[in-house]
């Protein structure tokens, strides 16, 4: 296993891919299951009020939405919204609306495949000024 230091608390820790240690790891989703918790009484609540109500962090509420995972027993989303990525317009999860997804979509698959990048240059092919320099010094 890799020895990492914790993205959150900078503790070092031992994990194959996380990026947070297990104590931040379990204090999230403490704070996850506080704010579905206070949304399964407040289906309409705004980030702001959830943050002001919960003490959650908002940059984590926000996480919490865009992952998908606040979802009401039934399945559906709640009535809380962050703005897509790219136009703004408000949405219930992920990072892009239908539309900008569409967009997206259709300009990847309007990319030739069989366009080459650019070669990559030789090590020869680079100027070296540090050897230059060197050379004047003598």
């Known amino acids: 296993m890799q020895l990492k230091n914790c993205r959150w608390c900078g503790k070092v820790f031992a994990h194959p891919v996380d990026v947070v240690c297990p104590d931040c790891r379990q ?8 704010v579905f918790q206070y949304l399964k009484k407040r289906r309409n609540a705004t980030i702001d009020e959830v943050h002001e109500e919960t003490g959650v962090d908002k940059r984590r509420i926000v996480k919490f939405i865009r992952q998908g995972r606040l979802m009401s027993d039934s399945g559906k989303p709640f009535d809380i919204f962050v703005s897509c990525e790219s136009c703004g317009d408000p949405i219930r999860e ?22 080459e990048p650019p070669p990559r240059r030789r090590r020869e092919d680079r100027m070296h000024t540090a050897d230059r320099r060197l050379k004047d010094d003598k």
């Open 27 to 34: 204090q999230e989703e403490e704070e996850f299951e506080t």
């Open 94 to 115: 992920g990072r892009y609306c239908n539309r900008c997804t569409k967009n997206l979509q259709e300009e990847v698959e309007g990319l030739d495949p069989k366009e």
